[in-house]
C-alpha cells in the first residue's frame, strides 16, 4: 500500500513540478506567475491536437511546448512592453486560455466537453498499484528532473545570475549591461514552455482533453513556489505534499464515515494552510510584479 500511495503522489506531482519549476524561474526574474493555470491549460490543448493529428505523443508534447510559449511571451509582452498590471495580465491569460482552448476544441473536435481518445504514452501496471514505466512515459522522469534543473540554472549559471538581478535590483542590472527585458522575455518563455510539458502530461496521461482539465493545478503550484520561498527545490518539496494530499484525498473518497464533501477538499484546505503559515515569512525576489 505504501509503495502504491508513493507512486500515486509521484505521478500526481508531476504537472505541479512542471508548472512550478516554471513558475520560479519567471517569478525570480520579476514576473508574477498568475498565468501557470492557463499555461497548464493551453499545452494540455496542445498535447491532444497535435497527438491527434500528429500520430505520436511526441508531437503533442511538441505542441504543447508551443502553446506554452506563445502564452507565456503573450504575457512577456503584455507586461514587459506594455507594463500592463502583472496580476491583472495574469487573470486575463488564464480566461483567455479558458475560452481559447474552448473554442478550437469545438473547432477541431466538434464538442465543446472532450477531444477524441489519443494514444499518449503506455504504463505497466503491476501488482503493487499503479507504478509508471520511465521508459515508456519520459514525462515522468523529465518532471522529475525539472525542478533540480531550474535550480541549477538559477543558482550555478550566468544566466541564472541574470534572472535574480533583474528580480532584485533591475536598474542595478542594467546599469551592469545586463538587459533586464530581454531576460524577463526569456524568462517568462521558459515558464509557459514548462508549464506547457505540465499539461501535455495531464492530456497524455489521461488520454484526451477535456474542457478545463488543469482544474486550478496552475494555482497550487503558484502556492507551492511561495510556500518554498521562491526556492526551487523547496517548492518541488511542496509540490510533492500537495500531491500526496490529493493522493489522500483519492484514497479516502470510499469512506463512508467522511462526507465526499470534506474529503474533496483536502488539498485545498491543506494549499490555504500552508500558505497562511508563511505569511510574513517568505521573502519575495524585490522587484516582483514592479515595471521598470
Known sequence: MIVAFLSQTIRIAIPYLFAAAGGAIAERSGIISLTLEGFLLTGAFGAALGCY??????VGILCAMVAGLIF????????????????????????????????????????SSNSPRISGFTTVMRGDGFIPSVVNNPLIIIGLVAVP??????????????????GEHPKAAETVGVGVARVR????????????????????????????????????????MIFGNWDPMRGGLACLLFAAAEA???????????????????????????LAGVVGKSTPPAALGRAE
Open 53 to 58: 493529428y500528429g500520430g505520436s505523443p511526441w
Open 72 to 111: 507565456g511571451l503573450v504575457h512577456g509582452i503584455a507586461t514587459i512592453r506594455y507594463k500592463a498590471d502583472q496580476v491583472v495580465s495574469g487573470v486575463a491569460i488564464n480566461i483567455l486560455a479558458i475560452g481559447v482552448t474552448r473554442y478550437f476544441l469545438h473547432l477541431a473536435f466538434g464538442s
Open 149 to 166: 534543473s531550474v535550480a541549477w540554472v538559477i543558482y550555478r549559471t550566468p544566466f541564472g545570475l541574470r534572472v535574480r538581478a533583474a
Open 185 to 224: 522575455y526569456i524568462a517568462v518563455g521558459l515558464s509557459g514552455i514548462l508549464a506547457g510539458l505540465g499539461g501535455a502530461y495531464l492530456a497524455l496521461d489521461q488520454h484526451q482533453f477535456t474542457d478545463n482539465m488543469s482544474a486550478g493545478r496552475g494555482y497550487i503550484a503558484l502556492a507551492a
Open 248 to 274: 489522500a484525498q483519492i484514497n479516502l473518497q470510499g469512506t463512508h464515515g467522511i462526507p465526499s464533501q470534506f474529503v474533496q477538499m483536502i488539498p485545498y484546505v491543506l494549499t490555504i494552510i500552508a
